[in-house]
């Protein structure tokens, strides 16, 4: 079983509508949840954090996490050609000192 | 606030070359960590620095790659000799004490072995 698992996709959505993107992970023990956005050929980007259960807001974007199911995910509301990228989730494992493990991403088209 | 900076941003090396990569974290950030991300897959942490000090290395394939933080500021992750498989993006990032856990990435170093 992989540490951090997300569908590769693509995920595609067309403009206007929310696009869910959904992230497992193995160790229960995790405690903060990250979401990083990339373009293709460049580095990824933090967009949100997320340590608590629940959802948590930032304009567009809702992160929502669920220890018990161990899922994280990323709701982009009113989507974008712009939001047209890889996400990456990213979950910090309780290995005592800050080390983040990655999902291979989901690709996210968004069509005009 | 200056981001973490990388150089070179491109590098074509032919395989059993040498080759280094530079990275500058951003100021006062005493994390510093290496990535390997293949095309299609997620970043891979190689090795993580608190300071000048190595705090986790367990990916990093020691008998080719190291990496050195000699003053606790910028780092150098150098791969030799130079094996095809390692064609991948080096990406560095930190973290600073504020939000430890909060990693901030620089633009990256394309690497092509031919």
């Known amino acids: 079983q992989k540490e951090v698992e997300q569908n590769s996709g693509p995920l595609s959505v067309p403009e206007g509508a929310i696009a869910s993107l959904n992230c497992t992970y193995s160790d229960r023990g995790s405690q903060s949840f990250f979401w990083y956005r990339q373009y293709s050929g460049k580095s990824p980007e933090l967009i949100m954090f997320i340590y608590s259960n629940g959802d948590k807001e930032d304009g567009r974007f809702t992160a929502q996490l669920n220890k018990a199911s161990q899922y994280v995910s990323l709701l982009i509301r009113d989507s974008q050609p712009s939001d047209s990228a890889t996400y990456l989730c990213a979950v910090n494992m309780n290995t005592g000192f800050q080390k983040l493990v990655f999902g291979t991403g989901t690709r996210l088209l968004v069509s005009p | 606030e200056a981001g973490v900076a990388q150089s070179p941003r491109y590098k074509i090396i032919e395989k059993r070359q040498s080759v280094a990569f530079w990275c500058n974290p951003i100021s006062g950030h005493a994390t510093l960590y290496w990535y390997q991300q293949i095309l299609g897959q997620g970043p891979k942490l190689l090795i993580q620095f608190q300071n000048n000090g190595v705090v986790d290395d367990s990916q990093l394939p020691k008998d080719r790659f190291s990496a050195e933080r000699l003053k606790g500021v910028d780092s150098t992750l150098k791969i030799q000799p130079a094996k095809l498989e390692d064609s991948a993006v080096y990406l560095c990032?930190?973290?600073?004490?504020?939000?430890?856990?909060?990693?901030?990435f620089g633009p990256g170093t394309r690497l092509t072995v031919l």
């Open positions: 990032a930190s973290s600073g004490a504020r939000r430890a856990d909060t990693q901030y």
